[in-house]
DNA sequence: CCCAGACATAGACGTTTGTCAATGTTTGGG
DNA sequence: CCCAAACATTGACAAACGTCTATGTCTGGG
């Protein structure tokens, strides 16, 4: 039961492979597929969203479970994704778990759609 | 030309709705959601990338079919996917059916990811 | 006029997914 | 030391999804 994260990093992906160049491999396929499922989601394309827009640029799973209207398992089940998904950090501090975005994870999921590859990609 | 799309066209979302910006509304967060599912799939990446790379940057189903080791009813269900989501345009001349990339389709749903709104999108 | 080929559609079936209620785990406070 | 609060995990269930086989529809050629 392990919910690991994927072989193939998304740098590997993002940098080398537009999608637009050349067919892409059943792997390398695979390995993008999954990533956009993560956010291929209304609740955690919200949840993404309000994590950006709270203060401080993180927040619990306190402050997201009321506005969502779902209850905090199925909250907690999201946010599990997201962070499996390299998109959410964890910061457990005291009963609270914090949750902020990974700088530039979305940036680098964007860029493996665009056509031309960005000039100079993100280099965290 | 219109072929069946969401009622909110992805310009939509796209040039004033960045994901960081604000908290997404349930309906917008459920379109945008809806356009990521469609390339939220392994199949359906190779179909895109297949498609781009094809000489011609078209392509008919019996030149996808068998690449990728599906039966052609699940390659049309794939295409048909595709253009409903408007990422494909599908040409029929005579017996075949060509699909091409909309232009900037994917581009803009990239856009909606990016942290900062695209001043000048393109010309770099 | 009919046949073959390219593609779409319909129906079936196993798998995955999103949600909830119930329960477990950890932390800080009295 | 134990309780309450925040969060994670488990198990269950309906809905959605990806794939197949079978069949329907349309086009061009003989």
Known sequence: MITTRTEL???DVACCAPLTREP???ETAAVLAQRLKAIADPTRL???SMVAAHEGAEAC???LTE???LTQPTVSH?????V???LLNRDKRGVWAYFALVPGALDSLA???VSQSPAVPMSV
Chains 1, 2 share one sequence.
């Open 9 to 11: 990093s998304l740098t």
């Open 24 to 26: 892409l491999s059943a």
């Open 46 to 48: 919200r949840l993404l």
């Open 61 to 63: 799973v306190c402050d």
């Open 67 to 69: 506005p969502l209207g």
């Open 78 to 82: 999201h946010l599990k994704v997201l």
């Open 84 to 86: 499996d998904a390299g």
């Open 111 to 113: 860029a493996v759609l």
